[in-house]
């Protein structure tokens, strides 16, 4: 078959490929992924049959047909990952911003009902259609930034009825546009309000009422808020253990604002991803990369810490010396990161976590394909996989993390199909 696709003149064509296709990206790996100066990538259908140095292009597999991209010159890499999204849910907080930034805490909001129990409301309030329409324009969003692959949890339900319907509107989301979405079930988020004080009795619900009518094919896996506040890490222990006898894949929201061990013990139960980690010290990073040999991947979250004015952020560069595998994400949702741009994420990464411009892009593709399941499809560039991929408009890798805030995407292709802005 002919190319239906080329993607040619690739100043730098940033595969993300180490030659290691069975392990997340970790220590130096993260770095040392292989770059093509003047490539090109070829396409058949929605699936990536060549690439290389321009002067290996196959002219021969060239018909009237084939779609022609110039890169021009500019940077090419696999479409963006976003491992850590809570995608569908009522309303925004943007009122309660405005109150932090004249000094109220979020204890107060909290106490005046507002903070999670405000969106809670605001969910439960909304109908299916209208959470989906909101859905599909945040998708839209981080189509326009690169992303072609989401996580998408639950999570503002916090009721048997309201999680299982964000899933499916999360499940129907991603069938009516181009961007892949992968739903987590995030029902132990914190107590619905109905179980205030009764943290367990919550959790034994959501194992007895929900976990059961879920399907692993469809929505592959469960996710819990290990904190103070939230679920402990004997309760978090409990849960997940049952989630893994049910044939789910493990993550964990812990370590956000103190260090509980929720971490190591997520990655003994051979959790996916454990996600914040911004108090996971450095010999706890340790202890998980050594515990999941590896396997574990720290999703860390840099514009949480900025937008809620916090000082600590996870040590990320000790984390990539540990040996850690390393992913990152906006972490969008309307209370602490009601941003869709993975691009800042990778600035703020270098800023105040000690990446470099390679291991932040690595983190944004690679380990971010990993750190929800998709690394046989997607992340990087090779024969075989899925033919997600941007041209941006800088020339080099470095440049992308220096321009502060700005979208560097000329070109989003998904499925070996070119997208319209």
Request: aromatic share 6%; with cysteine; hydrophobic share 40%.
């Amino acid at each position: 078959m002919a190319y239906t696709l080329l993607v040619r003149n690739c100043g730098e064509l940033l595969t993300m490929d180490t030659g290691r296709p069975n392990e997340p990206l970790r220590g130096r790996a993260l770095r040392d992924w292989h770059s093509i100066p003047n490539g090109y990538v070829a396409c058949e259908q929605d699936r990536i049959v060549a690439l290389g140095p321009m002067a290996e292009l196959d002219t021969t597999q060239l018909t009237p047909a084939t779609t022609l991209v110039d890169a021009a010159g500019q940077v090419v890499l696999p479409g963006l990952v976003e491992c850590h999204t809570h995608l569908v849910f009522g309303g925004n907080r943007a009122g309660e911003f405005q109150r932090k930034l004249q000094g109220e805490s979020y204890l107060d909001i909290l106490a005046g009902g507002g903070g999670i129990l405000s969106t809670v409301r605001a969910t439960r309030a909304a109908t299916p259609e209208a959470l989906l329409d909101r859905a599909l324009h945040h998708l839209a969003g981080f189509r326009r930034y690169g992303v072609t692959t989401l996580e998408a949890k639950s999570g503002y339900g916090l009721d048997a009825e309201t999680e299982l319907c964000l899933l499916e509107v999360a499940r129907a989301a991603g069938r009516q546009q181009p961007v892949r979405v992968v739903p987590t079930f995030l029902g132990a988020h914190v107590p619905g309000p109905e179980y205030h004080g009764r943290p367990t009795e919550y959790l034994d619900m959501l194992a007895t009422e929900v976990l059961p009518h879920l399907n692993p094919a469809a929505v592959p896996f469960v996710d819990i808020f290990c904190e103070q506040g939230a679920f402990s890490v004997a309760d978090a222990r409990r849960y997940l253990t049952r989630a893994r006898e049910l044939g789910f894949g493990l993550k964990i929201h812990a370590e956000q604002l103190h260090e509980l061990g929720g971490c190591e013990m997520a990655a003994a139960l051979g959790a996916v991803s454990i996600d914040h980690c911004d108090y996971l010290s450095p010999a706890g990073a340790a202890r998980v990369a050594a515990v999941s040999g590896g396997r574990t991947v720290a999703v860390l979250l840099p514009l949480v810490p900025l937008f809620l004015r916090q000082e600590q952020y996870a040590p990320g560069r000790a984390f990539i010396e540990a040996g850690l595998p390393v992913a990152l994400s906006t972490d969008f949702n309307p209370g602490s990161c009601p941003s869709k741009n993975l691009w800042l994420a990778v600035s703020v990464a270098c800023l105040k976590m000690g990446f470099t411009p390679r291991e932040a892009l690595a983190a944004v593709t690679c380990n971010a394909a990993w750190a929800i399941g998709q690394q046989q499809e997607c992340g990087s560039l090779a024969r075989g996989k899925r033919a997600d991929l941007l041209v941006l408009n800088v020339p080099t890798a470095e440049e992308i993390p220096y321009w502060l805030g700005e979208n560097p995407v000329q070109q989003v292709i998904i499925g070996g199909q070119l997208q319209s802005a």
